[in-house]
Nanobody, 123 residues
Framework: QVQLVESGGGLVQAGDSLRLSCAASGRTFSSYYMGWFRQAPGKEREFVAT????????RYGDSVKGRFTIARDNAKNTVYLQMNSLKLEDTAVYYC????????????????WGQGTQVTVSS
């Protein structure tokens, strides 16, 4: 099973940009559909973005559409989340996740998760 490690989180100001990375172990990374989710304190885990194994299909949550971009580099076993125009409400722990079969916005369908990386947006 694939193992995932996120990085790139930090403290930024509103309006800034940040890029998260998720490095995957295993030779079958390119066969996985990847997703990003986030969870703020006291809230449920929220879908952010997902990308197909080849990168041709990308889906975004309504709250990040137009500001965030998901991408992947299968040669580097890495998926990225470029976050622009960050808002206070983007503050959360961000998780990457992997699944097989198809893209999905449902966290319950993902079979592997990273440990998360904290993103804090200040005013």
């Amino acid at each position: 099973q694939v193992q995932l490690v996120e990085s790139g989180g930090g403290l930024v100001q509103a309006g800034d940009s940040l890029r998260l990375s998720c490095a995957a172990s295993g030779r079958t990374f390119s066969s996985y559909y990847m997703g990003w989710f986030r969870q703020a304190p006291g809230k449920e885990r929220e879908f952010v973005a997902t990308i197909s194994w080849g990168g041709g299909i990308r889906r975004y949550g309504d709250s990040v559409k137009g500001r965030f971009t998901i991408a992947r580099d299968n040669a580097k076993n890495t998926v990225y989340l470029q976050m622009n125009s960050l808002k206070l409400e983007d503050t959360a722990v961000y998780y990457c996740a992997a699944k097989s079969g198809s893209t999905s916005v449902s966290a319950g369908e993902y079979i592997a998760w990273g440990q998360g990386t904290q993103v804090t947006v200040s005013s």
